[in-house]
């Protein structure tokens, strides 16, 4: 399905079929996803906070997901959704490839990675995210801007 006609397409594909769709994971505006939602395209609503406006979209999307019932999930980045998903009364589900081959970054990145035990990842008790960055790891793939 094309991102940029997602919502015709959506439309298409959820007057043929019956299993349940999740969708939005491109979808970078509110307004985006309430479209999905007061249309009915979805059954779960996915949102990337990392490339649709940061955790104040994922907020509102939230509150939008509630008021529709519909189950919201995270696409990538679970350091971040972590936090999203726990704090979202629809929220249900978390991505993750915790997995060197497919995520190295992530097995590199932080100084401590959340823990994921029997499929459920630890909230972090640090502030903010509660993460912390590997100076060494910045120095391998950062760029300094003088």
């Not at 505006?29 to 906070?49: C, K, W």
């Not at 990392?50 to 104040?56: Q, R, S």
Request: glycine share 6%; hydrophobic share 45%; net charge negative.
């Amino acid at each position: 399905m094309p991102w940029y006609d997602e919502r015709h397409t959506l439309e298409r594909l959820k007057a043929e079929v019956d299993i349940p769709i999740a969708a939005g994971e491109t979808e970078y505006s509110p307004f985006g996803l309430r479209t999905m939602l007061a249309e009915g395209l979805v059954d779960y609503l996915i949102i990337d906070s990392t490339w649709a406006g940061g955790l104040t979209t994922w907020r509102k999307a939230a509150v939008m997901a509630e008021l529709y019932q519909v189950p919201l999930a995270a696409h990538h980045d679970p350091q971040i959704h972590v936090h999203a998903v726990a704090a979202s009364p629809t929220g249900f589900i978390l991505e993750s490839f915790a997995d060197p081959t497919r995520d190295p970054l992530w097995f590199e990145l932080f100084r401590e990675r959340p823990s994921i035990v029997d499929g459920f990842m630890a909230l972090p008790e640090a502030p903010g995210l509660g993460l912390a960055l590997r100076d060494e790891t910045l120095e391998k793939y950062g760029v300094k801007i003088a």
